[in-house]
C-alpha cells in the first residue's frame, strides 16, 4: 500500500505540477509544500474517522466515503492556492 501510495503521488505531482496548474515554482518548495498538503489532508481523513466512526459510531463505509470527497475537495484547493500557487514575481506584463 505505501509503495502504491508513494508512487501515485508522485505521478500526481508530476501531473498536477505540469498539466493542471502549469506551475513555474522552484522544485524543493513546491515539493515540500505538496507533502505538507497531503500530511494535512490525510490528517483530516484520519480526524473524520476517529470522531465520526469512533466517537459518534457512524457506519466507516459511509464515513470513509464522505471523507474521500471532502479530502479531494480540500487537496485541490491546497493545491491551487498554496502547493502551485502563482508567483507574481514570474508574471510579465507583456
Same mark, same amino acid.
Request: hydrophobic content about 55%; charged content about 15%; aromatic content about 18%.
Given at each position: 500500500? =505505501?509503495?502504491? !501510495?508513494? #508512487?501515485?503521488?508522485?505521478? #500526481?505531482?508530476? %501531473?498536477?505540477? +505540469?498539466? =493542471? $496548474?502549469? #506551475?513555474?515554482?522552484? @522544485? %524543493?518548495?513546491?515539493?515540500?509544500?505538496?507533502?505538507?498538503?497531503?500530511?494535512?489532508? !490525510?490528517? @483530516?481523513? $484520519?480526524?473524520?474517522?476517529?470522531?465520526?466512526?469512533?466517537?459518534?459510531? $457512524?457506519?466507516?463505509?459511509l464515513?470513509? %466515503?464522505?471523507?474521500?470527497?471532502?479530502?479531494?475537495?480540500?487537496?485541490?484547493? #491546497?493545491?491551487? !492556492? $498554496?502547493?502551485? +500557487?502563482?508567483?507574481?514575481?514570474?508574471?510579465? @506584463?507583456?
Amino acid at each position: 500500500m =505505501t509503495a502504491l !501510495y508513494v #508512487s501515485a503521488a508522485t505521478i #500526481s505531482f508530476v %501531473g498536477n505540477r +505540469k498539466l =493542471t $496548474f502549469r #506551475s513555474q515554482g522552484r @522544485l %524543493g518548495k513546491t515539493l515540500l509544500r505538496f507533502v505538507a498538503a497531503h500530511l494535512c489532508g !490525510y490528517a @483530516l481523513d $484520519f480526524l473524520m474517522l476517529y470522531v465520526f466512526v469512533d466517537k459518534l459510531l $457512524f457506519s466507516h463505509q459511509l464515513v470513509q %466515503g464522505v471523507a474521500i470527497v471532502l479530502v479531494a475537495i480540500f487537496l485541490f484547493f #491546497s493545491f491551487k !492556492y $498554496f502547493v502551485f +500557487k502563482e508567483d507574481k514575481r514570474l508574471i510579465s @506584463l507583456t
